[in-house]
């Protein structure tokens, strides 16, 4: 036998190891353990939160609009992980996407080439607001916004931003300073140059720009905290009055945005509004992959983009990634293929239609409003001396504890999945995914009808849970 055709003894073949890493093993052998991982490990007052509210549910796996629990119980989702799960929960054109581009094994985020998802996703985002002309790809909605005020100001060369009470735009430290909710900027201080105006009040918007140094009003086209609507007109004249001052538009649609309100931005409800600047994120990850987006004009982007040596002045690490790219493309593509901001439009009024014919029937229903599938639902105090005594008890403990006695029978007894909308607001909001139908407000018209009557007979378990509540209310909720 020659020496190239001799071979060594391998000795025993090895055993094949078992990979350390088994994902589906994990979550049996510890998936029991969810609540106090997140107690030892991460946030503690969540759980603690969740099991004084009665939320601490365990839910099994999720489809479109409903959840499951162990039992094969469904419960409706009416939150949409706030207004991220546009399409619902694993929306099989999504997940074909992920699947796709993940087999696809493509060089990405090389930051030395320019790939061609990024692009395609501008280009279909753009084609919904024909005015603006570049996108900035990051991997939130606070980082959307933090986009945004950066190029308002270097545009503009002016450091203060506007913006509106009670607003909610992120809470990263730039978001922050243009949050409308004391609660969330108290201990983060000092932020922003920043002054806060009353929503539709165009004489204290006017007031602020003639000081000469206000960058851009950034805004929610409809408010997420309380559900709060501008007059008719109002964007429209702010933009003119920004525009003369020489200040920006920023429209913040990253809950109102991709069809939430029946039409594809909220900002397209009034004519001729066409803000400088648009923020994106959420229902365009389809749920899976973080991603946000800021649209702007292009005279803007080449403000900050101004040389080759500013080429990275503004990036993300993540931003523009090919898994959160093919999900944008998936979804914009599942909205145009399946009507998504027609029936946001059609079923949203028909369920505000059908809610807002109860507040003739409940003295403690005040007020329902919204546009498209973003509705709020408003309580107030009750004219009966009975119910009155009741409410007064709550408000004195804490405003919005009414709000949260509905949200928690809506579950408990509905399996229905909703919260209230800020901090001291009596408001309900509700922010479904947008593929759901008249099944699904049936079902939720019922269950409130349901609870309202309850509340107004007296119902010995919702109002002792109110009680609850107040104790803790009362105690600082330590």
Same mark, same amino acid.
């Given at each position: ?30 998936? +029991?353990?969810?609540?106090? $991982?997140?107690?030892?490990? !991460? ?41 991220? =799960? ?15 581009? $993940? ?40 980082? +959307? ?22 607003? %909610? ?24 140059? /920043?002054? +806060?105006?009353?929503?539709?009040? $165009? ?22 905290? &309380?559900? %709060? ?11 003119? @009055? $920004? ?8 429209? /913040? ?23 400088? @600047? ?26 900050? #983009? ?18 959160? =790219? ?10 145009? /293929? ?23 029937? #409940? ?9 498209? @599938? ?55 909001? @509700? ?14 018209? /019922?269950?409130?009808?349901?609870? =309202? ?7 010995? !378990?919702?109002?002792?849970? &109110? ?12």
């Amino acid at each position: 036998m020659t020496a190239e055709t001799t071979t060594p003894d391998a000795g025993p073949t090895p055993t094949a190891r078992r990979p350390s890493f088994d994902l589906a093993r994990l979550l049996a052998e510890r998936g +029991a353990e969810r609540y106090e $991982l997140h107690t030892r490990h !991460l946030n503690h007052q969540l759980p603690r939160m969740l099991r004084t509210i009665g939320f601490d549910k365990v839910y099994e796996r999720a489809e479109g609009a409903y959840f499951w629990d162990a039992d094969g119980q469904d419960y409706l989702d009416m939150l949409a992980g706030f207004g991220v =799960m546009g399409l619902g929960r694993h929306h099989p054109v999504v997940r074909r996407a992920l699947h796709d581009v $993940l087999d696809a094994s493509l060089a990405d985020l090389t930051r030395f080439d320019c790939p061609p998802l990024p692009g395609l996703l501008a280009e279909r985002l753009l084609a919904h607001t024909p005015h603006l002309d570049r996108v900035f790809f990051g991997n939130s909605g606070t980082e +959307a916004v933090e986009t945004a005020l950066k190029f308002a100001r270097c545009a503009t060369g002016r450091p203060r931003v506007l913006y509106c009470e009670h607003a %909610f735009h992120g809470l990263t430290a730039g978001s922050l300073s243009v949050n409308g909710e004391g609660g969330f900027r108290d201990g983060f201080g000092p932020l922003l140059p /920043d002054t +806060a105006v009353p929503l539709g009040d $165009l004489d204290a918007l006017e007031r602020e720009l003639r000081r000469g140094d206000v960058a851009a009003l950034v805004v929610e086209p409809v408010q997420g905290k &309380g559900v %709060f609507l501008p007059p008719p007109g109002w964007l429209h004249a702010a933009q003119e @009055l $920004l525009h003369r001052h020489k200040a920006l538009l920023v429209a /913040d649609e990253v809950q109102t945005g991709l069809g939430r309100t029946g039409e594809f931005f909220a900002y397209q409800h009034e004519t001729g509004v066409e803000p400088d @600047l648009v923020c994106v994120a959420k229902s365009l990850s389809g749920g899976y992959v973080p991603v946000g987006a800021t649209l702007g004009k292009d005279w803007i982007f080449k403000k900050v #983009y101004s040389s080759m040596d500013r080429v990275l002045v503004h990036s993300a690490s993540f931003g523009s990634n090919a898994q959160a =790219m093919a999900a944008g493309l998936a979804v914009l593509a599942v909205m145009e /293929d399946e009507g998504i901001v027609a029936n946001a439009r059609t079923t949203g009024e028909l369920l505000r239609s059908r809610l807002a014919a109860l507040t003739a029937k #409940y003295e403690l229903l005040h007020d329902v409003r919204g546009r498209g @599938l973003m509705i709020g639902i408003e309580f107030g105090r009750p004219s009966s001396l009975r119910l009155r005594s009741r409410w007064t008890m709550l408000q004195a403990a804490r405003k919005g504890l009414f709000a949260q006695m509905v949200v928690v029978p809506l579950l408990q007894k509905h399996r229905i999945l909703t919260q209230v909308s800020g901090d001291h607001l009596e408001v309900i909001k @509700l922010i479904p995914p947008l593929i759901i139908g008249e099944k699904e407000v049936d079902r939720f018209v /019922d269950a409130f009808t349901a609870v =309202m009557d309850d509340a107004h007979n007296g119902g010995g !378990l919702m109002w002792d849970f &109110g009680r609850t509540l107040v104790k803790q209310a009362v105690s600082g909720g330590r």
